[in-house]
């Protein structure tokens, strides 16, 4: 086949796998709809029926929601579904996927751009599950990140910066901020190689960078403005030390993104195994950066080793990333560590194609089979065992409490619910907003409060309640909890009020 034609095909088969991945998630266990996924589904609804637009998550002090803009033209017709919500986070990471591509053909070159585009659509471990979750800020974070390193690799190479080239740059670095604080322990490091080759270039560099980087949060600087600076207030930490945070990523953090521990700790391939693994990935993101290096004269040459050097310690200054169970702060030196692999992989293709005494198409054919059968490799060891230790592959239907729940609220007449967060949000977004929610009981996390309130006006009576099992503390229902019909449904206990019908 013309080589355009195996490039093309190649592509679609890495887009098939990611997808089937995908689907055995969304079909499995992992398939479930929590509250922070209704969340992001509901926030989305709000923005064209409510006129609701949000500049950060509500009851946070930060997180942008972008995604609720971006989705909302979708999902007003999607009729709650999981599929349509969950699918649209997938396609944000398909669009980070080429944006890392696009950084990596800026680095190195078009055959290491199309492995670490592969590598970040065919994602490790707890990245792949991530990919799945219709988390805000986590996608999206990804994609801005990746294009941060493509602009600044731009500039950093530019022997005079263009003020256009520098604005995209901080706009990307301030837009990255914005999604999430914790963006900035890469973006720091990215965006310092270009500051450091063009420290003299005021007018050029740092003004127009500086100046983007500050429009970019005019909407979060406003917000802060007007309700009295919550985001420098001081908050709880969970508790730890910058030490604790560092173990906790090497140990804990990155074996699971990596697909080699499982979310509640074990080594897929056993330990020692596992290990060794482990220690073959570090190696070769070694290898890679070295190959960068030493690859040119390009100042964009040291943008992925100084991300990496600088990111884990970087994260460890933040209290909030001591959580590691299920690897999602993987998700800050993905692109990095992809670009690098890519660059390992890529420099051993070259390696393969020079050796060739065949021809110049049958060295671009050993060189081919180098990238795919290291795009191969990583889905073997770091996706699928991964996945079959998780029961990823066996169907299950993770949301049939919530179709149990609401068809039995139609039934009775009830179309207001208190309850815990995790259970209350996910029956508003999957009723398309016909059954209204609040929340009760712990985590008091009032997301909507306009739901909050048509819940908290409406006649005890009328409202139902919906916990997990156990026994509720009393205080958190409207009525004495013995005037409530109990029913279990899937594995959560509804609480029908008096005047449930039937």
């Known amino acids: 086949a013309p080589p355009h034609l195996r490039k093309v095909a190649l592509a679609a088969l890495v887009g098939a796998v990611g997808l089937a991945l995908r689907v055995f998630l969304l079909r499995s266990g992992f398939g479930d709809l929590n509250g922070d996924e209704a969340y992001a589904g509901l926030q989305s609804l709000g923005v064209l029926r409510d006129g609701r637009f949000p500049v950060v998550i509500d009851g946070n002090v930060y997180s942008a929601v972008i995604e609720a803009y971006l989705f909302s033209p979708v999902l007003v017709f999607a009729g709650g579904s999981v599929v349509v919500l969950k699918m649209l986070f997938v396609g944000m990471w398909g669009v980070a996927a080429v944006a890392t591509r696009g950084a990596a053909r800026r680095l190195i070159d078009r055959r290491a751009a199309a492995l670490a585009g592969a590598l970040i659509w065919l994602a490790p471990g707890a990245m792949m599950v991530l990919s799945t979750r219709a988390y805000v800020c986590y996608g999206l974070g990804l994609a801005v990140a990746a294009g941060t390193v493509w602009a600044t690799a731009v500039v950093a190479d530019q ?111 056993g330990k020692p195994l596992g290990v060794l693994i482990y220690a073959v990935i570090i190696g070769a993101v070694v290898y890679g950066c070295v190959v960068l290096v030493r690859g040119g004269r390009r100042p964009s040459r040291w943008i992925v080793p100084v991300a990496l050097i600088s990111c884990l310690p970087l994260m460890a200054m933040l209290p909030h990333l001591i959580y590691v169970l299920d690897g999602r702060y993987t998700i800050l030196p993905l692109p990095f560590v992809a670009i690098a692999l890519s660059a390992a992989v890529a420099h051993v293709a070259r390696l393969a194609e020079g ?68 259970l209350v949000l996910p029956i508003e977004y999957r009723s398309d907003q016909a059954i209204r929610t609040a929340v009760a009981g712990n985590p008091y996390v009032i997301r909507f409060p306009l739901s909050q309130r048509l819940v908290e006006q409406t006649p005890p009576e009328q409202v139902a ?15 004495p909890v013995d005037e409530y019909r109990q029913e279990d449904l899937g594995g959560v206990i509804l609480y029908l009020p008096p005047a449930a019908e039937g």
């Open 159 to 269: 022997p005079t910066p263009a003020p256009r080239a520098s604005a995209a740059v901080g706009f990307l670095a301030g837009l990255g901020f914005y999604i999430h604080p914790m963006f900035i322990t890469v973006l720091i490091p990215v965006v310092s190689v270009a500051a450091l080759v063009h420290r003299r270039q005021l007018r050029r560099w740092w003004l127009p960078a500086v100046a983007a980087a500050f429009a970019a949060n005019v909407p979060f600087i406003g917000w802060n403005a007007a309700n009295g600076w919550p985001s420098l207030q001081s908050q709880l930490y969970p508790p730890g030390s910058y030490l604790d945070r560092l173990t906790g990523f090497i140990t804990g953090l990155l074996p699971r993104g990596f697909g080699l521990r499982t979310f509640d700790g074990r080594w897929a391939f």
């Open 355 to 422: 050796s060739s005494r065949e021809g110049s198409a049958r060295a671009e054919r050993r060189a081919t089979v180098v990238l795919v059968g290291a795009a191969a490799l990583w889905v073997a060891v770091t996706v699928v065992p991964f996945m079959q230790r998780q029961q990823a592959f066996d169907r299950v239907d993770a949301n049939a409490w919530q179709r149990a729940v609401i068809n039995r609220l139609d039934e009775v007449g009830i179309d207001r619910v208190a309850g815990a967060y995790w």
């Open 465 to 479: 309640f919906l916990f997990a099992p156990g026994t509720p503390d009393p205080v958190w229902f409207y009525l």
